[in-house]
């Protein structure tokens, strides 16, 4: 008999859930870490630290009190490294405890130590300073996350160049910044620093700010992140970069239009790969990608049947949300538990901009591409009186409705609350719902949650003008 039914390597969010819901199942599990602490990026370098440190900056800008009460847009207090890093530790801290307390309580055993497979049902965790861990699965589940790409143009090794794992150690809040990528967490990073009243430019190679949003919603984000203070360079790359020994001196950058940047810290968010160095996939026949993503199958299963892969090492969407579903799915697939075979056909996304922008379904350009017929209902959040109580003027609620059977097919929503307000419409598309579902609910009054009910009226009124 094997050690364990299942060996995970890796203690994110793909690990954790995974290994607990094979636990549930009544199976025998191991989880192998290869760092000191439990939780992954999630925890550790990602989604917690860096959603701690946006609460943060809004707490010392006081940004939210500025439009209510017309104060100065200056900040509270000059804000110091140890100040902005306080909170991050502390959730930090509690996120790590509650993980080991989940595996403790599900009788998960947790091998510290770096995870290599030797074969198809054995995985060895080397240990520094201890001898070898053998362990065999009948299962083994792969859930070792991604790591920053980092572009050789970069000295990462000095310390005003960051990558988005050492901005967290960052000794003193920089003077002045550039980030290189608008994607998700440059996007992010840059809304937190300039909150902070940090002068910020954000370079980014493509013609907008997370091209996979609704073209009226990325452009929506770019103003209000301009409001805030950051210059967008799009369309252009940095081509060369000067950071001279001394501190003082500001770093220089070329961008390929010939415009020079200087800045007194850099930090570098164009894209992650994943951690299947060392892993021993390949030699045993699971396929990498490009940036060493495992591939898979139906279930998350790899070219080696009782091998799954799961969470950020298989690619996109590469979200702790996203990760975890699918390790439940991986281990649906694996002991034939009898539950679903795939995650949900729609997804959300919430970006954790100033202000948050949160999405899922399809956008209007998508609907147009696939020649659907449909029709858009707006609601502005200067207009719904919750909106105008808590000062957010520059919120947005689009809903997209399927023309004849005006089901919903995509909802986008900028501003306050909007990765939570975005649970509505997603569950509503899961359900199958239609416009009646939010002309015939009775919202709390007064809500943003009752924007819905606005942006469906909007909608079902330029359907009767004919203004679709
Ligand atoms: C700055 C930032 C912000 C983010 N914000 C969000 C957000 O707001 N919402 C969201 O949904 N997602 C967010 N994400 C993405 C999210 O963090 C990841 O999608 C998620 O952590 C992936 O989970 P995972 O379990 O696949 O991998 P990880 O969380 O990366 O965990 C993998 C674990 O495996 C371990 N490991 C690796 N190799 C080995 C080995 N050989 N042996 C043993 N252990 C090993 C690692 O040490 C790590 O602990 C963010 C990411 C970043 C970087
Ligand atoms: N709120 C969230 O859900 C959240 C937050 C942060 C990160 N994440 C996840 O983390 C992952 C990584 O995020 P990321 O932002 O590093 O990667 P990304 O791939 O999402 O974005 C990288 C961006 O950098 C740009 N880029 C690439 N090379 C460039 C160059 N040389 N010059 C200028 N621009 C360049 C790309 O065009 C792209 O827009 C994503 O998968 C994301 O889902 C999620």
Known sequence: MRDFDLVVIGSGPAGEWGAVQAALAGKRVAVVEREPVLGGTAANTGTLPSKTLRETSLHLSGLKARGLYSVETTLRHEATVSDFLYRERRVKGMERERIAHNLEHHGIQVFQGSGTLLDEHTVVVRRAGADDVRLTGAFILVATGSKPYRPPLYPFGDVRVHDSDEVLEIGQLPKSLVVVGGGVIGCEYACMFAALGIPVTLVEVKAELLSFLDDEFSALLAQRMEALGIRLRFGQTVEKVDVPAACEVPIRLTLSSGEEVSADQVLVASGRSANTDGL???????????????????????????????????????????????????????????????????????????????TAGETEEGLRAKAIPYVAGRARFATNPRGQIIGETHGLLKLLFHRESLKLLGVHVLGEQASELVHIGLVAMLTGSTARLFLETCFNYPTLSEAYKSATFDAMDRLKRGLV
């Not at 091998?307 to 690619?315: E, L, Q, T």
């Not at 996203?322 to 991986?330: E, F, G, K, L, P």
Request: some cysteine.
């Open 280 to 358: 021993g996939l390949a030699e045993l026949g699971v396929k990498l990608g490009a940036r060493g993503q495992v591939e898979v199958g139906p279930g998350f299963q790899t070219a080696v049947p009782h091998i799954y892969a799961v969470g950020d090492v298989i690619g996109f969407p590469a979200l702790a949300s996203t990760s975890m579903d699918q390790a439940r799915v991986a281990v649906e697939h694996a002991f034939c538990l009898g539950g679903p075979l795939s995650i949900a056909t729609v997804l959300p996304y919430g970006i954790y901009t100033i202000p948050e922008v949160s």
